[in-house]
């Protein structure tokens, strides 16, 4: 299973980055920047990440459940063996899974609000001690 990053959250680092670009269109010809090239170098430097994440968001899923394993956050992210998953703790939305010494958060604001019920079937499925306090029972 695939869940996908919130169509808002893609879209927010899109406008940051298009908002720069037209901040540095406008510094172009209003300020004459590129005599500047410190100044120009940095402002790339400032858009730069929000293209990054933006067409990382798209590229990669924010959690996928396959194979026995769990990934949040793509290549770059955490992932957990299902296999090995002892407690979930369900606090604020968000789901925190713990195996022996490792913890994963799954955040829900992180993806669509249709995918939580699916999410939370996955988790079920597992062979796992649920608790929905702040804490994980010892």
Same mark, same amino acid.
């Given at each position: 299973?695939?869940?996908?990053y919130k169509?808002r959250?893609?879209?927010?680092s +899109?406008?940051v980055? *298009?908002?720069?670009?037209s901040?540095?269109?406008i510094?172009?010809? @209003?300020? =004459? ?5 410190i100044?120009f170098i940095g402002?790339?430097?400032?858009l730069m990440p ?6 990382y ?9 396959e194979?026995?394993?769990i990934n949040?956050?793509?290549p +770059?992210?955490?992932? *957990?063996?299902c296999?090995e ?6 606090? @604020?939305? =968000?789901y925190f ?16 609000a249709d995918?939580?019920?699916?999410v ?7 062979n ?8 994980f029972?010892?």
């Amino acid at each position: 299973m695939k869940i996908a990053y919130k169509k808002r959250r893609i879209r927010a680092s +899109l406008f940051v980055a *298009l908002l720069w670009i037209s901040w540095i269109v406008i510094e172009i010809f @209003a300020f =004459d920047l590129l005599s500047n090239r410190i100044e120009f170098i940095g402002d790339l430097l400032i858009l730069m990440p929000f293209f990054v994440m933006y067409f990382y968001q798209m590229y990669y899923n924010y959690l996928t459940i396959e194979n026995d394993q769990i990934n949040v956050g793509g290549p +770059l992210g955490k992932s *957990l063996v299902c296999s090995e998953v002892t407690q979930i703790r369900k606090y @604020a939305g =968000d789901y925190f899974l713990k195996a022996g010494n490792k913890e994963l958060k799954i955040s829900s604001q992180m993806m669509d609000a249709d995918s939580i019920p699916l999410v939370e079937d996955e988790l079920k499925k597992l062979n796992a001690e649920w608790s929905y306090s702040g804490v994980f029972a010892n």
